[in-house]
């Protein structure tokens, strides 16, 4: 089982990743892309490194605007995995814009 980080450790990581706001209940990200087919590609993407981490975002697709919500679900709370697969989102998003 993955061990869930502390309130500091979740403030500390955030300082590191592009655009991630949350607490140890959850870290999230809003990105806008230019249109409704960017925003598709750009969750496509997110869900091959999903799988190869087998360790999945909730996502929210609103037009261009697509939310990326990481938690551990099995312990409910931000995990080392939740700061990879942030980390992997932001390089797939920093490289569409």
Known sequence: MADALTAEAVRNE???LTGWTGTPA???RTVELRN???AIAVV???????EELDHH???DIRWRTVTFRCVT???DRVTPRDLELARRIDE??????
């Open 14 to 16: 955030l300082e590191r």
């Open 26 to 28: 959850g870290i999230t």
């Open 36 to 38: 409704f087919p960017a």
């Open 44 to 50: 496509d993407r997110v869900a091959v490194v999903a």
């Open 57 to 59: 975002p909730d996502i």
């Open 73 to 75: 679900h099995t312990v």
């Open 92 to 97: 797939i998003v920093g490289g569409v814009r």
